[in-house]
Nanobody
């Protein structure tokens, strides 16, 4: 059974950093694109970043470009989202998701349970 588990969320001050991890099991990890999206209270889902299966293409939302970095380690079945220079508006539940190619958030077939990121002083 395909499973995605996020970790690494928490409380951080503005300007700080966090690294989220998404660890997968139950499928051939390196065949899938992995995306991150987030949802803040009272708001819709927002795509944050995505990395394709061959690790030769990435995408970032304009709101995080230059601050977030996505990477994958296929040997560990894990994708990372390094988040630097965090802002209060980055506060949300962050989800990772998997499919053959990068998708808009609502179209991914598989997703994890989410991890909370709170940016506050």
């Amino acid at each position: 059974q395909l499973q995605l588990v996020e970790s690494g969320g928490g409380l951080v001050q503005p300007g700080g950093s966090l690294r989220l991890s998404c660890t997968a099991s139950g499928f051939t990890f390196n065949y899938y694109a992995i995306g991150w999206f987030r949802q803040a209270p009272g708001k819709g889902r927002e795509g944050v970043s995505c990395i394709n299966s061959n690790d030769d293409g990435t995408w970032y939302a304009d709101s995080v470009k230059g601050r977030f970095t996505i990477s994958r380690d296929n040997a560990k079945n894990t994708v990372y989202l390094q988040m630097d220079s965090l802002k209060s508006e980055d506060t949300a539940v962050y989800y990772c998701a998997a499919d053959w190619v990068c998708m808009v958030p609502d179209e991914y077939r598989y997703r994890g349970q989410g991890t909370q990121v709170t940016v506050s002083s």
